[in-house]
């Protein structure tokens, strides 16, 4: 599932060409998405110039003035950036063309994004109403942490993955960040000291920045803007790496499974 740094890279990507281009128009092939595309999208973003891209998580958020097109690349998504359009392929959804030539299109195997509109003036948006907060957010921190962790007893690595205590940190970055701080995934999170918080805090945010830079992970289906796979899948210490020598201290990577997610980690460089 694309996370936030694949979410950033494909942002970036798009920035140069798309902001300040109006649209031409907005093809939709299949608004059987994860929640069906308004109907009458094409006719209201159509003329329209992109302000700005921002992200919210793992959400892109297209700025028409005060109107936002937000949306979502679900566990298969790719938006990619054409010079002409190609020809389509199967599981080609949506187009978004740009009237000074190009075209974003958007491609989902399995159908779990989204393209949904938000008007001006409406109160926050579902989706992003309850999100906690960015991970390179100065609120995103130790203390902050250890109120929300005080007293759980669940899986440390669950809890980093809430959406609601930090968003992006999905499962592999969760994985790798507990690894660069020396914890193991399955440690009640509120018996997580706040020194040790502080480490964690620090490899969240190195984690999601190398693999931002690198492009994101692509492990099947994910390419950035331009068509390009990631590359942080081949820097990864822990993540599908179990029965594999760590790359630190040689010790055998393990697998746990945490809330029906598999998990990894070393059980050398991540004490009890």
Same mark, same amino acid.
């Given at each position: $599932? ?72 679900? $566990? *298969? ?23 000074? @030539? ?26 992003? +109403? ?12 130790? +203390? ?16 980093? $993955? ?5 968003? @992006? ?17 399955? *440690? ?5 000291? *706040? ?28 390419? @950035? ?48």
């Amino acid at each position: $599932m694309p996370e936030l740094p694949e979410v950033e890279a494909t942002r970036r990507g798009l920035l140069p060409t798309v902001v300040g281009a109006k649209v031409a128009a907005l093809n939709v092939y299949d608004a059987r998405l994860r929640w069906p595309v308004p109907r009458d999208l094409p006719r209201t973003v159509a003329g329209r110039r992109v302000d700005a891209i921002d992200r919210r998580g793992k959400y892109l958020l297209f700025r028409f003035g005060k109107d936002t097109l937000i949306v979502h690349l679900g $566990m *298969t998504g790719s938006l990619t950036l054409h010079a002409a359009a190609p020809a389509r392929r199967k599981h080609d959804h949506v187009d978004l063309v740009l009237s000074g @030539g190009g075209t974003v299109r958007f491609h989902d195997p399995r159908r779990f994004g989204a393209f949904l509109w938000h008007p001006a003036g409406e109160t926050a948006h579902p989706l992003l +109403a309850d999100l906690g907060p960015e991970p390179f957010d100065p609120a995103f921190c130790a +203390a902050g942490l250890k109120d929300a962790l005080r007293g759980r007893r669940a899986a440390i690595k669950t809890l980093l $993955m809430d959406a609601r205590l930090v968003v @992006g940190v999905g499962n592999i970055y969760a994985a790798e960040a507990l690894f660069r701080a020396g914890i193991r995934p399955a *440690t009640a999170a509120g018996r997580v000291s *706040t020194a040790r918080l502080e480490r964690l805090v620090h490899c969240v945010r190195e984690v999601l920045a190398e693999s931002i830079a690198r492009g994101g992970t692509t492990l099947r289906d994910y390419v @950035g803007a331009g068509g390009e796979p990631g590359g942080f899948q081949h820097e990864t210490r822990v993540y599908g790496r179990e029965g594999l020598p760590c790359r630190v201290c040689g010790a055998t990577i393990r697998g746990v499974r945490l809330g029906q997610r598999a998990s990894a980690y070393c059980p050398n460089c991540q004490k009890r």
